[in-house]
């Protein structure tokens, strides 16, 4: 299961992990955010221990999502040493193979 990240924690396990971090930015009137949010698990599942994987909620984390300057959902992006690397917008290309080869690229 993806962890959740908000503005308490956002800054220890994403900016300051060692690992590298999957950042599923959604909300929950969002329906393609929902079609993704399984294989957002998926990959939490398959790669815990080697990468970080959460979901941030932008209607109760705005904040982040100001900050990160998220304006389409859904927003993947991928962190390493504190900063994003990549971003994947909408639903097109994802699919739980790649996420784990983006995130496993990473390491």
Known sequence: MALQFTS???DAEVLQSELPVLVDFWAEWCGPCKMIG???DAVAS???GSAKVGKVDVDSQQE???NFNIQSLPTIAF???GEIVE???G???VSVDV???KLSALA
């Open 87 to 89: 971003t994947m917008i």
């Open 38 to 40: 399984p294989l957002v």
């Open 99 to 101: 996420l784990k080869e």
């Open 8 to 10: 308490e924690n956002f």
């Open 64 to 66: 982040l999502a100001r």
């Open 79 to 81: 962190f390493k040493g």
């Open 91 to 93: 639903t097109q290309g």
């Open 46 to 48: 398959d790669t815990e």
